[in-house]
């Protein structure tokens, strides 16, 4: 088979599915792509095992049609080096003999049979599916995807969940210090208005990959799941993956729903003080302390080892009792720098109980809430 294609357009699409392969993989057919040539529609699959990239593409003066495996990093190291400009393939079907001929030279490849190629793993006939657009799944995803956890005894962590119900999706993510819960509205789903919701729980792996491709799709994503496979379809990428089974924890459960003191505060205040403070902060524990009163925050943090000690006063808006209570400072951060709000609620209750950390205006269609556990206080 042969064909013509632009190397800077093949390589977008082979560094986009590139990310999937393992650099130790179980099978060696996995080191590679595997293309199939159907016409003038070029397919590349990138795979290892768990999780499956797809996409296609359209190549010029097409002759015969087949497929074969091509070695992924000697590609992709080959391709990196070419301006822009028109790639000639032309792969011997019968030893898998490949030449790729640019305006200056040739390059020569040893592909290996396409056929030894995993399959894809086959949806049920009972799957279920759920639409919606490509923009709202791209937002929760990357608004959940930081609290996931890297827990080999408790693997259901280490991913999020998908809990779809007729008219509402919620994702949650949790690492048992913090939780977030994205909700949103889908375009479309099969689960009845009368049915209890159903729900799957995606790796962290493919979900990293949606997190890079979905910005630059457009339109909606079709999702197809059933007990075991998750199947994302976008306009110019397919991604299979395994599901992590096991049950989710009751996230409902752990978030507070009394909390009398509420607090209104600028964000970016907040967290740049936190970055300041937390310098100062023991480097084991990263025990951060805020006290608030009357439209004040007070920021405090101190290593007794070195004896180093710093503390910040910024404005708010709280006129209820004073209240302290103390976070592990890396926590705090990285949920402040996960939200895209420019004013944020902390709603607590007491010391002891989790702290609600609320955008004061959330985005269209979406209402996200994130939550962290306190740390003792000695004093």
Do not use: W
Not at 137 to 145: C, E, F, H, M
Not at 230 to 244: D, E, G, P, V
Request: with cysteine; hydrophobic share 40%.
């Amino acid at each position: 088979m042969k064909f013509i294609v632009s190397s800077s357009d093949l390589l977008s699409h082979l560094q986009a599915i590139s990310r999937v392969i393992n650099s130790k993989n179980s099978l060696p057919i996995l080191d590679n792509f595997l293309f199939v040539l159907n016409g003038t529609t070029l397919t590349m699959t990138a795979s290892d095992i768990e999780t499956t990239l797809i996409t296609s593409m359209d190549v010029e003066t097409v002759e015969g049609n087949g497929k074969v495996a091509v070695a992924s990093r000697l590609l992709l190291d080959t391709l990196r080096e070419f301006s822009d400009q028109p790639l000639t393939f032309d792969i011997n079907d019968s030893n898998l003999a490949m030449v790729i001929t640019s305006a200056n030279g040739s390059y020569n490849f040893i592909g290996q049979n396409g056929d030894e190629y995993p399959r894809m793993p086959q949806l049920q006939d009972d799957a279920r599916t759920l639409a919606m657009p490509v923009s709202i799944l791209s937002s929760g995803i990357s608004k959940t995807l930081f609290c996931t956890a890297e827990d080999e005894l408790r693997p259901v962590m280490n991913g999020i969940f998908f809990d779809i119900a007729y008219d509402r999706l919620t994702l949650v993510a949790t690492d048992a210090h913090k939780l977030v819960r994205f909700k949103t509205i889908h375009s479309s789903t099969s689960v009845k208005e009368d049915e209890e919701a159903v729900n799957f729980i995606l790796p962290k792996k493919p979900a990293n990959m949606l997190k890079n491709i979905l910005p630059k799709e457009s339109g909606e994503v079709e999702i197809h799941f059933d007990k075991k496979n998750a199947h994302f379809k976008l306009s110019n990428y397919t991604m299979i993956c395994r599901q992590i089974e096991g049950r989710f924890p009751n996230y409902s459960a752990v978030i507070p729903t009394n909390n009398p003191n509420k607090i209104i505060i600028d964000r970016l205040s907040l967290l740049n003080a936190m970055k300041r403070v937390s310098v100062f902060s023991n480097q084991g524990s990263n025990l951060i302390k805020l006290y608030f009163e009357q439209n004040q925050i007070h920021i405090s943090a101190q290593d007794i080892d070195f004896s180093i000690s710093a503390e910040e006063t910024i404005s708010c808006q709280y006129d209820g009792d004073p209240i302290r209570i103390g976070f592990k400072s890396p926590f705090m951060i990285e949920i402040l720098g996960n939200i895209n709000a420019s004013d944020i609620v902390l709603e607590l209750s007491d010391a002891s109980r989790a702290g609600l950390i609320l955008p004061f205006e959330n985005d269209p269609n979406e209402e996200i809430l994130m939550l962290l556990m306190p740390m003792l206080l000695n004093d």
